[in-house]
């Protein structure tokens, strides 16, 4: 049997229904402003969608990669879990938040997690690999 990563597993299980959802969620603006190829121009609220889905991807690869060498590297546990659950949180708040109004303020939460959860996990991948952690 191959190595088991449990926090990078439910990790990219979680990326991949908030992806899921992200999409349904450009997917519903799609229908109902009626375009089905391209965008609706900046500031448009398909084009914030579509952002808010790319962004996601962006971030989430890279996060993904530094939680699963982190995992690999055996300096995980147990604060690692709960990085992952506030990222992923982060990046709901970031998606309903794109879509301005009553969650408006998810925007910014959820890009300032993101930025501080990126931030943390390269300076422990750094650390890690000076031999500190």
Do not use: C
Request: charged share 10%; no cysteine.
């Amino acid at each position: 049997m191959g190595i088991v990563l449990p926090v990078t597993l439910t990790a990219a299980a979680a990326a991949a229904i908030i992806n899921i959802w992200l999409g349904l969620r450009a997917g519903q603006m799609r229908a109902k402003t009626k375009i089905s190829i391209g965008d609706d121009g900046p500031g448009g609220p398909l084009t914030a969608r579509m952002r808010a889905q790319l962004n996601f991807l962006e971030n989430t690869a890279f996060f993904l990669i530094l939680v699963a060498a982190i995992e690999i590297a055996g300096r995980g546990e147990p604060w690692l879990a709960w990085v992952v659950a506030i990222y992923m949180l982060g990046r709901v708040a970031h998606g309903l938040g794109m879509d301005g109004g009553t969650f408006a303020v998810g925007r910014p939460i959820g890009v300032l997690i993101t930025m501080l959860s990126l931030l943390g996990l390269a300076v422990v991948a750094v650390l890690i690999t000076l031999g500190v952690m």
